[in-house]
């Protein structure tokens, strides 16, 4: 797979993806680049929390297990309504 270049910028390396080289000291190295990167890091984290209705319970947590069991926690404190049952 080679190098390819969307034509979106003038940085070194801006807009190239697939096995790209930014830096001699990787030059023998893959580092594949994904053209939707941008996409998938590029959110504004406080509006993300300001949503989260359960930031509150995992506020404190340290470590992924009790982030998990915060979450399960929270979503065991829910009133939730019976689902209909669907007829196949």
């Known amino acids: 797979m080679g190098v390819h270049r ?3 910028g003038r940085r070194r390396g801006a807009g190239q993806f ?3 080289q930014l830096l001699e000291r990787i ?3 893959t580092l594949f680049i994904n053209p939707l990167m941008a996409m ?3 959110f504004d984290l406080a509006a993300v929390v300001e949503r989260l ?3 509150a319970a995992i506020g404190a947590t340290t470590e992924a297990i009790e982030t998990a ?8 404190s829910l009133d939730t309504r019976p689902r209909p049952s669907s007829a196949l």
């Open 27 to 29: 030059a023998d190295s």
């Open 53 to 55: 209705r359960y930031a």
């Open 6 to 8: 969307l034509r979106l």
């Open 18 to 20: 697939g096995n790209v």
């Open 69 to 76: 069991m915060a979450i399960a926690r929270w979503r065991g």
């Open 40 to 42: 998938y890091w590029t």
